[in-house]
């Protein structure tokens, strides 16, 4: 089955600066790579996504990467805020019924004043 | 206006016992998960049912049961509660596309928090 590690588990940035989070996967037959944030107490909602015949999609402060030859694909926050704190979650999965989102372990991202 | 509902939000229960939680979505979707995350916050699928149809059924024990009357509806009744199921169970819900190539995003309810004293 996949497989989807996720680093850093923590990471602390300064207000203003940028954030990354990278992620790899094992199956080479996932095509879909979303992102999702969970804010303490809350449900992870998606932020963004990508799709395995794109390698690259931005939105206002956010971007995502998609290397499928590596396996590769990360997350960038730019001019964090610290709203931008929370818990943030790669995912990879293939398509159909029986496809199933598997989740990386989650990096804590921390925006300090 | 809740797009995926589930009740309740917080269940506290001594082991041995048996309880559910309902999960309810109005997107129209046809496929529905439950999903656990546990204390240090990883989210891991345990079932998802498309058209009422069981589809996803990873290594969970049996003493967890899930129950779809309707695509709009997926239950998840536990026996025998044991300290380890303490943990948020969340309840989501997706499009699949037959013949395209991809799925419409996993649309998550607010949790449910189970801790079993």
């Known amino acids: 089955g996949e497989n989807v590690e996720q680093h850093p588990s923590t990471l602390s940035v300064q207000e203003g600066d940028s954030a990354v989070i990278k992620c790899t996967y094992s199956?080479?037959?996932?095509?879909?790579f979303p992102w999702y944030k969970q804010e303490l107490g809350k449900r992870p909602q998606l932020i963004i996504d990508?799709?395995?015949?794109?390698g690259e999609k931005k939105d206002q402060r956010i971007a995502v990467t998609l290397n499928k030859t590596a396996k590769h694909f990360s997350l960038h926050i730019t001019e964090t805020q610290p709203e931008d704190s929370a818990v943030y979650f790669c995912?990879?999965?293939?398509?159909?019924?029986?496809?199933?989102?598997?989740f990386g372990t989650g990096t804590r991202l921390q925006v300090t004043l | 206006d809740t797009a995926v509902s589930q009740t309740p939000k917080y269940l506290v229960t001594q082991m041995g016992n048996d309880k559910s939680i309902k999960c309810e979505q109005n997107?129209?979707?046809?496929?529905m998960y439950w999903y656990k995350q546990d204390s240090k916050k990883f989210l891991k699928i345990m079932f998802s049912y498309n058209n009422k149809e069981l589809i996803i059924n990873e290594t969970v024990p049996n003493r967890f049961s899930p129950k779809s009357p309707d695509k709009a509806h997926l239950n998840l009744h536990i026996n025998s509660l044991e300290l380890g199921d303490s943990a948020v169970y969340f309840c989501?819900?997706?499009?699949?596309?037959?013949?395209?190539?991809?799925?419409?995003?996993?649309?998550f309810g607010n949790g449910t928090r189970l801790t079993v004293t």
């Open positions: 199956d080479s037959a996932s095509n879909y």
């Open positions: 990508i799709r395995s015949n794109v």
């Open positions: 997107l129209g979707h046809d496929t």
């Open positions: 989501a819900s997706s499009q699949t596309r037959q013949g395209s190539s991809y799925n419409s995003p996993l649309h």
């Open positions: 995912a990879a999965s293939g398509t159909g019924t029986a496809s199933k989102l598997t």
